[in-house]
């Protein structure tokens, strides 16, 4: 078996920061899309900025995370919203090539980036979807290319996206911790998203279908 490393200081990034920005925008309405990528971006923001999320409701997250300490809570909420988020677009492009892809995330940019809230541009909130969505890309790659397996058995890619925010985000205890000492946290972390998942694929695939009617 070859063993998981964590990355000892690499690049990290404070959540409670990043989603800082999306708790002050909650009375946006999302305006109506033109084309596929546009509607799916749309989704995407809106899963930060409403109170009503698409993908997975606040009671719902609340369900999810009411087991763990409030620290780690408030912490684990924004990861299981940024995962979501990711697998919006990593399940789109599958369905749809990765030119779809590419024009989703020029889409989501443009929108956060301009004053469609209501708020000032704030350059921060596209760096961490850019920095959350490419260590979750570079995770995800490295599952597929480096499978590990336990007695056999491959070990569920969610243990590796819950090694990732645990190292990477700045604001956990287990930010570029050499030898983390998990007591379980980072298995529950990971049913914790296999979870949020469960509830959140059937809007996800209804989203995505809906996506073939409209223009590309």
């Known amino acids: 078996m ?4 964590l990355p000892l200081n690499a690049e990290a ?22 084309s596929g990528p546009e509607f799916l971006a749309e989704l995407l923001v809106a899963q930060f900025l409403f109170d009503k999320r698409p993908i997975i409701a606040d009671e719902e997250l609340a369900r999810l995370t009411d087991s763990f300490a409030s620290d780690l809570r408030r912490l684990l909420e924004p990861w299981i919203l940024v995962y979501l988020a990711w697998l919006l677009r990593v399940f789109a492009t599958k369905q749809y090539g990765e030119a779809f892809g590419r024009e989703m995330m020029v889409s989501m940019y443009e929108r956060v980036s301009s004053d469609k809230d209501h708020s000032p541009p704030n350059s921060s909130t596209a760096s961490g979807i850019e920095f959350w969505f490419g260590q979750l890309d570079k995770t995800l790659r490295e599952v597929i290319e480096n499978p590990i397996t336990i007695k056999g058995e491959p070990v569920p890619p969610s243990r590796f996206f819950a090694l990732c925010f645990l190292s990477r985000d700045s604001a956990s ?11 379980g946290i980072d298995l529950r972390v990971a049913r914790t998203l296999d979870d949020a998942l469960n509830i959140a694929k059937p809007r996800i695939d209804g989203f995505i279908g809906k996506a073939a009617d409209m223009p590309r």
């Open 173 to 183: 205890p287990y930010c570029n911790d050499r030898n983390p000492n998990f007591q």
């Open 2 to 5: 070859r063993r998981f490393v």
């Open 13 to 34: 990034y404070q959540m409670p920061l990043f989603q800082n920005w999306f708790r002050g925008n909650s009375q946006t309405v999302p305006e109506k899309a033109t």
